[in-house]
């Protein structure tokens, strides 16, 4: 739960900076990310959803800033509209899945998932890797943008898959929404 707060305050914070200097998400971009990194693993291994795409969402919102900046070949003055609509916007969502990450903390029992890596667990990073290092190596500046996006979307879909290929299908009870 501590994450998850944590999280919601960096969040809130970035977006007000964002706000008053765009430059100022070089910093906080990484930091949330590897809160958001950690956060999402704990939640794998926790097996809460909500929380594993709340810690997801950060390291997806930098990939997208920076592939936007660099692959457009945006300067301060030019992105600071657009990427800093875009991280209020990310704000407002990200408090509300806050919100039911912390309900779902106090709510659902821990189930715990072993931690193990595969042969296709490997291959996979490979992949992006080489992917990712191929088009960088072409040193066009849209292409590393562009390989960004395409190897962190190709990890992020094989976690996501990963998550999901664990669980149970289960029907629950709505949720009773009152604290």
Known sequence: MVLINLQILGVVAAAVAA???????????PILSTTGSI???????????????MGLAAPTMSV??????CGLEWSPRVAEVPVGTLVVLFAAVHINLGVAALIEAHRVKDRRRPLQYSILTLLVLMLVLSVFLGIVRTGWQGAIALAALISFGTAEGYVLWRFHAGRKSEVHEPMDWQI
């Open 19 to 29: 706000l008053v200097d765009i430059e100022s998400i070089v910093f906080s971009g």
């Open 39 to 53: 956060l999402a693993a704990r939640s794998f291994r926790r097996d809460r959803a909500i929380g594993f795409y």
């Open 64 to 69: 997208l800033c920076f592939s936007l900046i």
